[in-house]
């Protein structure tokens, strides 16, 4: 698409750097499935004026990810139309899960945090309700009355109720 619509300069970002160092020829390529990838991005550049390839871990890499989870999501009829996307960037970043409503009064991730401290499933649970308690588990832990989600940025998210909202 940069070829077509006449760029001449241009930065890559990508987020493997074994990648990067063969596309660029520092490295050897080993995996002869990737070989023809390789080449044929090897021919590519040698259409722009300057081409500067560039690594960013996974870990800062969020715009991208967001952007290719946007892309997959989306299907346009047209596929060389691309519509004009419009990216705030906030001060701080906020994470959320919207919750509807807490039909038996108790907050969503109670079953969760009972699980936790006691491990004790819903008296009604069914196998696969907890198979599934037990895997979310996984991806939260307790301290003292506060549950904590863990994000893959080894960050934490505070679980709050609706009313807390």
């Not at 300069?9 to 390789?38: C, F, R």
């Amino acid at each position: 698409m940069a070829i077509d619509i006449n760029v001449h300069e241009l930065l890559v970002i990508g987020d493997s750097d074994l990648l990067i160092h063969q596309v660029q020829g520092e490295w050897a390529v080993k995996n002869p499935k990737i070989t023809p990838y390789v080449h044929y991005i090897q021919k590519l550049c040698k259409r722009f004026r300057r081409i500067e390839f560039r690594h960013t871990p996974k870990i800062q890499n969020e715009l991208a990810d967001a952007l290719a989870t946007i892309a997959s999501m989306i299907k346009h009829p047209d596929t060389s139309y691309i519509d004009h996307l419009d990216i705030k960037v906030k001060e701080q970043p906020v994470h959320y899960s919207h919750v509807e409503a807490e039909p038996d009064d108790l907050p969503w991730y109670f079953d969760i945090k009972k699980y936790l401290e006691t491990g004790a499933y819903p008296e009604n649970a069914t196998f696969n309700q907890k198979k599934s308690i037990c895997r979310m588990a996984l991806n939260f832990f307790a301290s003292g009355e506060i549950l904590y989600k863990k994000t893959p940025d080894l960050g934490l998210l505070r679980c709050v109720e609706a009313s807390e909202v």
